[in-house]
């Protein structure tokens, strides 16, 4: 037979009567039991088994019925009461004086929905603009010479991006809340802002072509300041430098020569010791890049040889974007009655919209 409590040879022995048989048999059958042998005590250090004993099993499948039925009858009790308050208390509702009933509505879903997925989209990319422009004003420093950026904020990119994002970010915002939570008001607010909007472009196109030579004039002058203001604003002149390398492949307004309004490029800054005096910007030459790395020294001189150096670009941008215009009319008059098309639906969309808005108040006002 085991013995659970296990005795050094130094300690006493003692007499194992009747009753401590009793307990160590107890002990050999739950490990965790303590015997106490004529006031000598012992413990039994045996682990005790994983697996439960086979009296608890019962109890515990009874405590698993008893959890399953009673979330079955909470489930029985909300269905129940569901139907009790869907054919009982609503249908009661139905038949009080005032209670207005929306279905079927006069609001057509799909005009709602369009308005709101086609001016969200503009929403977002307004707002992109704006932050870009923002981030890009607070990049140049602009507290230090706000006064001179607002004088010629026309000449700033980050201004014209932070005016378009914010235009397109409001019209967007009044065009998508409006549709979503059905406002006549911003409804109303977005069909006048598109349709001013669209006011603009067509008396800018009419001006274009009724005034083009106060227009090329008002154009030229433009461009002699960007010129002029190339080195104090780094998104202007990153501008100036796509135009004229990139895009149109040009040099100057009507030639190379107009840089002489430039204060760094101008012939007289030579007596200055300027390295740039009587050259150009890198952007006018026909290679500026070989083996991409940006050669901003290939400009310089470059008008001090008569011809003009062959390595830059001889006619002026304000040619060559007649031109550009010239060979790509069809696809710029598409794009404009492609806009123009856009803003003239989505104010047909919102009155259409606002004016099913209006049927349905007055169907819930006279229904009953």
């Given at each position: 037979?085991?013995?659970?409590?296990?005795?050094?040879?130094?300690?006493p022995t003692?007499d194992i009567?009747?009753?401590?048989?009793?307990?160590?048999?107890?002990c050999?059958e739950?490990?965790a039991?303590?015997?106490?042998?004529?006031?000598?005590?012992?413990?039994?250090?045996v682990?005790?088994p994983?697996?439960l004993?086979?009296?608890?099993?019962?109890?515990?499948?009874?405590?698993?019925?008893?959890?399953?039925?009673?979330a079955?009858?909470?489930?029985?009790?909300?269905?129940?009461?569901y139907?009790?308050?869907?054919?009982?208390?609503?249908k009661?509702?139905?038949?009080?004086?005032?209670?207005?009933?929306?279905?079927?509505?006069?609001?057509?879903?799909?005009?709602?929905?369009?308005?709101?997925?086609?001016n969200?989209?503009?929403?977002?990319?307004?707002?992109?603009?704006?932050?870009?422009?923002?981030?890009?004003?607070?990049?140049?420093n602009?507290?230090?010479?706000?006064?001179?950026?607002?004088?010629?904020?026309?000449?700033?990119?980050?201004?014209?991006?932070?005016?378009?994002?914010?235009?397109?970010?409001?019209?967007?915002?009044?065009?998508?809340?409006?549709?979503?939570?059905?406002?006549?008001?911003?409804?109303?607010?977005?069909?006048?802002?598109?349709?001013?909007l669209?006011?603009?472009?067509?008396?800018?196109?009419?001006?274009?072509f009724?005034?083009?030579?106060?227009?090329?004039?008002?154009?030229?002058?433009?461009?002699?300041?960007m010129?002029?203001?190339?080195?104090?604003?780094?998104?202007?002149?990153?501008?100036?430098d796509?135009?004229?390398?990139?895009?149109?492949?040009?040099?100057?307004?009507?030639?190379?020569n107009?840089?002489?309004?430039?204060?760094?490029?101008?012939?007289?800054?030579?007596?200055?010791?300027?390295?740039?005096?009587?050259?150009v910007?890198f952007?006018?030459?026909?290679?500026?890049?070989?083996?991409?790395?940006?050669?901003y020294y290939?400009?310089?001189?470059?008008?001090?040889?008569?011809?003009?150096?062959?390595?830059?670009?001889?006619?002026?941008?304000?040619?060559?974007?007649?031109?550009?215009?010239?060979?790509?009319?069809?696809?710029?008059?598409?794009?404009?009655?492609?806009?123009?098309?856009?803003?003239?639906?989505?104010?047909?969309?919102?009155?259409?919209?606002?004016?099913?808005?209006?049927?349905?108040?007055?169907?819930?006002?006279?229904?009953h």
């Amino acid at each position: 037979m085991e013995i659970c409590s296990e005795q050094s040879k130094s300690s006493p022995t003692f007499d194992i009567d009747q009753s401590s048989k009793e307990y160590d048999l107890r002990c050999a059958e739950a490990p965790a039991m303590r015997v106490d042998v004529h006031k000598g005590r012992s413990e039994c250090d045996v682990k005790t088994p994983t697996t439960l004993p086979t009296q608890q099993k019962p109890l515990l499948l009874f405590f698993c019925y008893c959890c399953a039925f009673l979330a079955q009858c909470c489930y029985l009790f909300y269905f129940k009461f569901y139907l009790f308050f869907y054919f009982v208390v609503k249908k009661t509702m139905h038949q009080l004086p005032g209670f207005r009933r929306r279905d079927p509505s006069e609001i057509s879903c799909f005009v709602k929905y369009m308005v709101f997925s086609f001016n969200v989209v503009f929403w977002l990319i307004g707002l992109t603009i704006l932050l870009v422009g923002l981030w890009a004003q607070i990049e140049k420093n602009p507290f230090s010479q706000l006064g001179t950026r607002l004088s010629k904020f026309y000449l700033d990119p980050a201004w014209l991006l932070i005016i378009v994002g914010g235009v397109t970010f409001i019209i967007g915002f009044t065009g998508c809340i409006g549709a979503l939570r059905e406002n006549t008001c911003l409804l109303a607010c977005y069909a006048v802002l598109v349709g001013n909007l669209l006011l603009i472009e067509l008396a800018i196109g009419i001006l274009g072509f009724v005034f083009k030579d106060w227009v090329k004039e008002q154009l030229e002058t433009q461009l002699d300041d960007m010129i002029i203001y190339y080195r104090d604003d780094p998104d202007l002149q990153s501008v100036i430098d796509w135009i004229q390398m990139d895009w149109l492949r040009c040099c100057g307004i009507h030639g190379p020569n107009d840089w002489d309004l430039n204060i760094y490029f101008n012939s007289s800054s030579e007596a200055l010791g300027s390295p740039e005096a009587g050259g150009v910007p890198f952007s006018c030459c026909k290679t500026a890049s070989l083996n991409g790395l940006v050669n901003y020294y290939c400009g310089h001189g470059a008008r001090k040889m008569s011809p003009f150096s062959e390595s830059i670009f001889q006619s002026g941008c304000l040619i060559q974007v007649q031109e550009w215009f010239s060979r790509n009319l069809a696809v710029v008059g598409s794009v404009a009655v492609g806009v123009a098309t856009l803003e003239i639906l989505g104010i047909c969309f919102a009155q259409n919209l606002r004016s099913d808005v209006f049927a349905q108040r007055a169907r819930w006002r006279y229904s009953h």
